[in-house]
């Protein structure tokens, strides 16, 4: 979808953050990715005021996802994996 004219940023990184939330909500992790990615770029790029205008719960949501799910210290996926033998009975 192409816009005309300028966006506000600060409504734009809610909007993918918004967006970003529901693609982790649907366990679309590639597309969750990409939008948290877009989101964290004009996020970094707002002022401090501006910054404070989006929501808490966006706010929260973004870093915790971007620490604890998307940070150098995660486990890249498909790894730490292991398969469970199932108990058989009899």
């Given at each position: ?72 210290q995660r486990t890249p ?14």
């Open positions: 979808m192409h816009r005309s004219g300028p966006v506000d940023p600060v409504k734009e990184t809610c909007r993918l953050i918004r967006l970003a939330r529901s693609y982790w909500d649907a366990h679309r992790n590639h597309a969750c990715r990409r939008n948290r990615d877009m989101a964290i770029k004009i996020y970094e790029s707002l002022s401090k005021e501006q910054k404070e205008t989006i929501p808490q719960v966006l706010r929260v949501w973004l870093r915790y996802r971007s620490e604890k799910y998307f940070g150098p996926p498909g790894t730490g994996r292991s398969k469970k033998k199932r108990f058989k009975p009899g």
